[in-house]
């Protein structure tokens, strides 16, 4: 087996692992680590080979461009003080305390391989959290500030892990320089972000086609990443600063094939980039135990440490800054008060992920002298460590810990805010068909017509709003609906299995039946 069939090996098994693992109630992240373990020990099996300098301008852009789409610029705003207490303040502390408790263990080694470690389990995935806690049906809130954290930290916590990474192969650090750094990263991140941003949504309207406004929105992350990092600032904030802007510019230009499109694409590239990445851990964990030699009992227990001090400072944190600033955080229109049972679901919540792997992967071999990177071997260690706790035991729980707190959405609040925005959708479309009357010589039958049809939308969106006629017209016109629904897919059926028997008939042009049969697929009207 050689290192291209490999690769397709692990992404083949990304897809397999997300449905079994659906049917089986076990996280993706645990079956291809798994999967990756029992490869690596395939004797015919070679050790994957990817250059570290690549896995994170590979790896991160998609994953945080993908994460930064479910999200707004609204939302951080809204909840910016929680985020950046935890993205910044809490990401700092966490790097202090491990890298403290690895450098008490292995003094020998340079502090700033210890700040290297700390800075690699610091930051709490953000796609882990946000899919995990929107699955069990916390306040969004709640959801919110998880996944504005999960995406944010990564910048506090790869600026220092780069800052430790420099100090250690040159041998070099000085504190102004890297708060010089640090400043620097994030004004020119934000720039080449905004940059890209007003560039990228110019150019999507401008391409019009799904396909070509999808493609480019693959290529943005990367050039966010390449063009910052090449400039001395933060690949991973431009990429945030380029996903924020795009996403609220969609409005814009984004037309439904190209949400249906790019929605598909994005949870394709989410889920075969993260199983590879976890795949990767499986493999590279062979290669550290490996290394580790008899010095392994050893390791287990600086790893059972550092796991313990990443959880435990995690809810100290937490509970801190809920005792002083929860009050203050409250908002009378959020799902329900900031409580202490939030606080422990946040904590519990808080699981390390395909960043933690990436920084891990991503560290150097060498040092500028030649050298091998200290403590490599043990850092991977400790680093898979933490993420296999959170795989294993956080993962899990999870919804135990959910569920003995009570914690949960106020569905009242949530349908209230539903009804608001379908009677303003409504509201809107008889408006404007007012507004089409009138200019426009449309026929009183088709009127009709059209604005029976609005109150029957309505009707089937928000039954209690609709007024009795309505509601047992919608009545109605559901059970006229699945008829319909079933008879035109039939139909629809029949009239794709003729285009695409024709696709096969010599003279007749694959293009032109493609078009017919997406057209098709898209259904009446497109």
Known sequence: ????????????????????????????????????????????????????????????????????RRTSWRQFAENW???????????????????????????????????????????????????????????????????????????TAIVIYSVAIEAVVTGHFSAAHAGLEFVVSAVVAVAVGLLLGMLGSKLTGYLAEASRQVALSLLLPFAAYGLAESWGGSGVLAVLVCALYLTDAATEFGDTAYRMVGESFWDITELLISGFAFGLIGLELSAVLAATGDDWPQLVAVAAAVVAVVVVLRLIWLTVTWWLRGASWHDEEADEPYTWRETV????????????????????????????????????????????????????????????????????????????????????????????????????????????????????????????????????????????KRLRTELAEAGRREALAARREPGMPPDLVDRVTRRLDLGPGR
């Open 345 to 484: 679901v946040t904590w519990w919540a808080g699981m390390r992920g395909v960043a933690t792997v990436a920084l891990a992967l991503a560290i150097p071999l060498l040092t500028d002298a030649g050298a091998d990177f200290p403590g490599r071997t043990q850092i991977l260690f400790i680093a898979f460590a933490v993420v296999l706790f959170t795989l294993l035991v956080q993962g899990p729980t999870l919804p135990l810990i959910v569920r003995l707190t009570g914690v949960h959405a106020d569905t009242r609040a949530e349908r209230r805010l539903e009804r608001q925005l379908w009677k303003r959708v409504v509201d809107a479309e008889l408006a404007r068909l007012e507004e089409l009357a009138a200019s426009e010589d449309i026929p009183v039958e088709l009127y009709e017509r059209l604005r029976e049809g609005v109150r029957k939308r309505m009707a089937r969106a928000d039954p209690e709003a609709a007024d009795e006629e309505a509601r047992a017209l919608g009545e109605r016109e559901q059970r006229m609906a699945a008829t319909v």
């Open 81 to 155: 003080e929680p985020i950046v207490l935890r993205a910044v303040g809490l990401v700092i502390a966490t790097v202090a305390a491990v890298a403290a408790v690895f450098h008490a263990w292995y003094p020998g080694l340079p502090l700033a391989a210890a700040v290297v470690l700390g800075a690699m389990v610091a930051p709490p995935d953000p796609v882990a959290a946000t899919a995990l806690a929107g699955r069990l049906g916390l306040p969004r809130r709640l959801v919110v500030v998880l996944g504005g954290e999960g995406l944010f930290n990564d910048v």
């Open 1 to 68: 087996m050689d290192q291209l069939v490999l690769t397709f090996t692990l992404l083949f098994a990304a897809v397999l692992a997300e449905a079994v693992g659906r049917r089986i109630g076990v996280a993706s992240a645990v079956l291809m680590t798994l999967f990756g373990c029992v490869l690596a020990l395939l004797p015919f099996v070679p050790q994957i080979r990817v250059p570290p300098e690549l896995i994170l301008p590979l790896v991160l852009p998609p994953l945080l461009y993908a994460a930064a």
